[in-house]
């Protein structure tokens, strides 16, 4: 890059960061003494409000950066990230929006604790949701990585280290000083910025080709070196058995995780009512939905357009491909149109990695402060010292995201996505879903569906070849890899479940036919809904 790019694109990261760091002083005068503000901004956005806010939080670098780039290096199979971010959200639509927020108050814990022991269930749900959501940081700090190296030059080490730090600074500032109301601006701020820059990189794509968009994947075909493979399934989930059923596996990590990832959850709490929240799901699906399909275009746009040889010589795992076809359509290296659009795509990434790393951090500080220091200390803690507790959680979960981050610099991000995922829909989903509609679902039968889809998750991806034992691999000097897939959702999602049936036929608890039914009747009506 030159360093023109260098110079406008940092103008541009230190002008977003400026506004956000503006909108968390202001912010931050109000009194955030209380949970409800620190955790839910007071329950005061409006539905259109919150659905920006669920679109900038769900709109990640594995979208923006991750999504586009698998499309440009594999074609048809990329597509599967599209497709599965995008139906993720029917379920999320019709079966636990509203139920969330009439049951809970601020974490996931809240609504499988309203009719069990609350001690273990809050421990077991607090450590999944700290879990799911560090996992969904280091693929942040993975895309700021890429974007700060690119800008800087490919060889610049120290480049990706200070971009990684860099933002996890900045989030635990948002996160201590802001909480919720900051973080919502932040992410509305972050969608409407994103969402132009990929209309405008959508509209130049379809320009250059004149509308035709048979043109375009066919170019896209013939500069990929695979031909018409390129635009069919199979070129990476294709061919032997453990191909296939990765496919599958992150099929089902996609479609059903988005249920289960705490910052998604916790922005439902945000609404005044379980009706606002459900009109917020619907906000946000017709702004993602537009999303997706834009970054469609772009990721066979840059396989036409850069190539994907220049989009892997740039990054491996494809996570530079945006940021190169934004300088190409603008007229190439050196030109003042590839500068600019360079840059203001670069700092349009740098402001979803920030938004989003900042809901995230929020929501498990939360976890830890609400569900796993408030259940030790339930008797004597106070509010206030909750939301201090939630800060100082925020500092440690930034640190270990930092370091994870780095450690896992050269995986795509929306391929680390699919993970964080795959252990959502295997830790949270069945519990949750268990504690909405089984009647007789008991705390044991939480905890174990908890942890029986946890440690099955988090067991199978450090056996897996995405830790050791290949080339591309964390530790690619040593082998420990025993279970073939990258991805573990086919088994542990089905393990979650079934761990948490046993539990609950096992146990010698009785289920509280009283508290189903206050549940049952709150979840369903809101009736006594906070």
């Known amino acids: 890059m030159t360093a023109d790019h260098?110079?406008?694109?940092?103008?541009?990261?230190?002008?977003?960061?400026?506004?956000?760091?503006?909108?968390?002083?202001?912010?931050?005068?109000?009194?955030?003494?209380?949970?409800?503000?620190?955790?839910?901004?007071?329950?005061?956005?409006?539905?259109?409000e919150n659905g920006f806010a669920i679109a900038g939080d769900y709109m990640s670098a594995a979208s923006f950066l991750g999504i586009a780039g698998l499309i440009a290096l594999y074609g048809y199979d990329g597509l599967l990230y599209s497709v599965g971010f995008l139906v993720a959200w029917l379920v999320v639509l019709f079966l636990v929006a509203e139920l969330v927020r009439n049951c809970g108050r601020f974490t996931l814990a809240d609504v499988v604790a309203?009719?069990?022991?609350?001690?273990?269930?809050?421990?077991?749900?607090?450590?999944?949701?700290?879990?799911?959501?560090?996992?969904?940081?280091?693929?942040?700090m993975v895309g700021a990585g890429s974007l700060v190296a690119l800008l800087l030059g490919r060889t610049s080490g120290a480049a990706r280290v200070w971009a990684v730090i860099g933002v996890g600074a900045l989030m635990v500032i948002y996160v201590s000083l802001?909480?919720?109301?900051?973080?919502?601006?932040?992410?509305?701020?972050?969608?409407?910025?994103l969402l132009t820059g990929t209309v405008v990189l959508t509209v130049l794509v379809l320009v250059r080709f004149h509308g035709d968009v048979d043109r375009l994947l066919l170019t896209a075909a013939e500069r990929s070196g695979h031909g018409k493979a390129f635009l069919a399934?199979?070129?990476?989930?294709?061919?032997?058995?453990?191909?296939?059923?990765?496919?599958?596996?992150?099929?089902?990590?996609?479609?059903?995780?988005?249920?289960?990832?705490?910052?998604?959850?916790?922005?439902?709490?945000?609404?005044?009512?379980?009706?606002?929240?459900?009109?917020?799901?619907?906000?946000?699906?017709?702004?993602?939905?537009?999303?997706?399909?834009?970054?469609?275009?772009?990721?066979?746009g840059a396989a036409a357009v850069v190539g994907p040889r220049v989009v892997s010589a740039s990054n491996a795992a494809g996570n530079t491909a945006v940021p190169l076809l934004a300088l190409d359509l603008?007229?190439?290296?050196?030109?003042?149109?590839?500068?600019?659009?360079?840059?203001v795509v670069a700092a349009v990434?740098?402001?979803?990695?920030?938004?989003?790393?900042?809901?995230?951090?929020?929501?498990?500080?939360?976890?830890?402060?609400?569900?796993?220091?408030?259940?030790?200390?339930?008797?004597?803690?106070?509010?206030?010292?909750?939301?201090?507790?939630?800060?100082?959680?925020?500092?440690?979960?930034?640190l270990v995201a930092i370091a994870l981050g780095l450690l896992a610099r050269d995986l795509n991000v929306a391929f680390l996505v699919g993970l964080a995922f795959?252990?959502?829909?295997?830790?949270?989903?069945?519990?949750?879903?268990?504690?909405?509609?089984?009647?007789?679902?008991?705390?044991?039968?939480?905890v174990w569906a908890v942890y029986g889809g946890l440690f099955p998750a988090i067991g199978l991806v450090l056996l897996s070849p995405v830790v050791s034992g290949s080339p591309d691999s964390l530790f690619p000097g040593v082998d420990f890899q025993y279970f073939p897939l990258e991805n573990p959702g086919i088994v542990s999602i089905p393990l979650g479940?079934?761990?948490?049936?046993?539990g609950t036929v096992t146990s010698d608890e009785v289920a509280d036919e009283a508290k189903y039914a206050e549940t049952e009747v709150r979840s369903l009506t809101g009736a006594g809904a906070v």
């Open 422 to 446: 795959a252990v959502a829909a295997s830790a949270n989903l069945p519990v949750l879903l268990y504690s909405l509609f089984w009647r007789g679902f008991t705390t044991r039968g939480a």
């Open 497 to 502: 479940f079934l761990a948490g049936w046993l």
């Open 114 to 140: 309203a009719r069990m022991r609350e001690r273990p269930v809050r421990i077991a749900a607090g450590t999944s949701s700290v879990m799911v959501s560090v996992l969904y940081l280091v693929a942040q």
């Open 233 to 300: 399934p199979g070129l990476k989930y294709g061919g032997d058995w453990t191909a296939r059923f990765d496919f599958i596996s992150l099929g089902l990590a996609l479609v059903l995780g988005t249920a289960g990832l705490p910052h998604i959850l916790s922005r439902f709490y945000t609404v005044p009512t379980a009706r606002a929240a459900r009109r917020s799901v619907v906000w946000s699906i017709g702004l993602i939905g537009s999303f997706y399909l834009m970054t469609i275009v772009l990721g066979f």
């Open 178 to 193: 802001g909480g919720m109301r900051a973080t919502t601006w932040i992410q509305i701020v972050k969608a409407v910025l």
């Open 330 to 343: 603008g007229g190439g290296a050196g030109s003042t149109g590839g500068t600019v659009l360079f840059a």
């Open 349 to 398: 990434a740098f402001a979803t990695i920030l938004a989003v790393v900042a809901g995230i951090t929020l929501a498990s500080s939360a976890s830890v402060a609400h569900d796993l220091y408030a259940s030790l200390r339930r008797s004597r803690g106070s509010a206030r010292s909750e939301v201090a507790v939630a800060r100082w959680a925020a500092v440690g979960i930034g």
């Open 6 to 48: 260098q110079v406008l694109a940092l103008l541009l990261f230190s002008g977003f960061v400026a506004v956000t760091l503006g909108i968390t002083t202001w912010v931050s005068r109000r009194r955030h003494g209380s949970a409800e503000e620190f955790y839910a901004g007071g329950r005061l956005f409006s539905p259109m």
